[in-house]
């Protein structure tokens, strides 16, 4: 799978998370109740100072590496922090390696990460995410851009 190395400026995410693990399946159950709560119970259309309408699915406070808990933030981009009832991250500055890909927005990111774990990338386990454009209407040729976070 191919990716280019890019530096990113910091950017402030606003949304809600869940501490999960990759063991037995479990990340994907939680990651899609979160996913469903962030749309259907309006959480996203509530965030104030969005400066995107772009949803990006944030992977961070890793215990170690991928084998282990870390925590899966639903979210998107704002220019200030002005939403008390929800949770506000950094995604850090740095060097990130962008995948970019286009296809259905579960199983193609699925089969992402798959390929991604096998890599032998340069991991800092810091702040990895998806940006999903939302570009068009059929959710099976959705464009996604995966950055992991690298030395």
Same mark, same amino acid.
């Given at each position: 799978?191919?990716?280019?190395?890019?530096? @990113?400026?910091? $950017?402030?995410?606003?949304?809600?998370?869940?501490?999960?693990?990759?063991?037995?399946?479990? /990340?994907?159950?939680?990651?899609?109740?979160?996913?469903?709560?962030?749309?259907?119970?309006?959480?996203?259309? /509530?965030?104030?100072?969005?400066? &995107?309408?772009?949803?990006?699915? @944030? !992977?961070?406070? !890793?215990?170690?590496?991928? &084998? $282990?808990? !870390?925590?899966?933030?639903?979210?998107?981009?704002?220019?200030?922090?002005?939403?008390?009832?929800?949770?506000?991250?950094?995604?850090?500055?740095?060097?990130?390696?962008?995948? &970019?890909?286009?296809?259905?927005?579960?199983?193609?990111? /699925?089969?992402?990460?798959?390929?991604?774990?096998?890599?032998? @990338?340069?991991?800092?386990? &810091?702040?990895?995410?998806?940006?999903?454009?939302?570009?068009?209407?059929?959710?099976?040729?959705?464009?996604?851009? @995966?950055?992991? /976070?690298?030395?």
């Amino acid at each position: 799978m191919n990716y280019e190395v890019i530096t @990113l400026n910091e $950017k402030i995410v606003v949304g809600k998370s869940i501490m999960t693990t990759n063991e037995n399946g479990q /990340s994907m159950k939680d990651i899609g109740v979160v996913w469903q709560r962030f749309i259907n119970d309006g959480i996203f259309n /509530s965030i104030k100072n969005k400066t &995107t309408n772009r949803g990006i699915g @944030l !992977y961070t406070d !890793y215990e170690s590496d991928a &084998t $282990k808990p !870390y925590r899966f933030m639903c979210c998107t981009e704002v220019s200030k922090s002005d939403n008390s009832d929800l949770e506000t991250r950094t995604i850090g500055s740095g060097k990130y390696a962008k995948f &970019t890909i286009k296809g259905d927005m579960v199983e193609s990111v /699925s089969k992402a990460w798959q390929e991604i774990w096998t890599m032998n @990338l340069d991991r800092r386990y &810091t702040d990895d995410f998806e940006v999903y454009h939302n570009d068009s209407k059929d959710m099976n040729n959705q464009t996604i851009e @995966l950055y992991i /976070s690298i030395n």
